[in-house]
């Protein structure tokens, strides 16, 4: 989505995330997993629900709309696999890999990506279960 900064898309991700456990999430879960203040989060989910990307009312549950289920699945997948690629194809330490995958994800173009996808695939890594 055009004009989806990528503080956006991290809260996108953020309440996928926290979603997949009871199918919404809280602000104060939020601005836990995120490490800002429950203004912050208030301040985005206005933004989110302006773009049509959430549902929410205000100290209510916030649930992702399928507009912003879908650009948040996406910004989901591109993360893992770049954390990965970094961990398990170079050897990055987990949290650094994680760090790392969620600085490039905004930036990183799909063809990379999916060369990633391909190589982990060709390969035959196992992620460790």
């Known amino acids: 989505m055009k004009n989806l900064t990528y503080v956006m ?3 996108l991700e953020a309440i ?3 979603s997949k456990e009871k199918s919404f999430a809280r602000t104060s879960d939020i601005a836990e997993k ?3 203040s429950k203004a912050s989060v208030n301040s985005a989910m206005q933004t989110l629900v302006n773009k049509g990307l959430i549902t929410s009312e205000k100290y209510r549950e916030i649930y992702l709309t399928e507009k912003g289920k ?3 699945e996406f ?3 591109k993360h893992e696999t770049i954390k990965s690629f970094f961990t398990y194809v170079l050897g990055v330490d987990e949290g650094t890999a994680d760090n790392d995958a969620c600085a490039i994800e905004h930036v990183i173009s799909q063809d990379s990506v999916k060369a990633m996808d391909s190589y982990i695939k060709k390969t035959s890594i196992k992620k460790p279960e």
Do not use: R
């Open 16 to 18: 996928y995330e926290l």
């Open 75 to 77: 910004t989901s997948k």
């Open 34 to 36: 995120l490490n800002v």
């Open 70 to 72: 879908k650009i948040a």
């Open 9 to 11: 898309e991290n809260y």
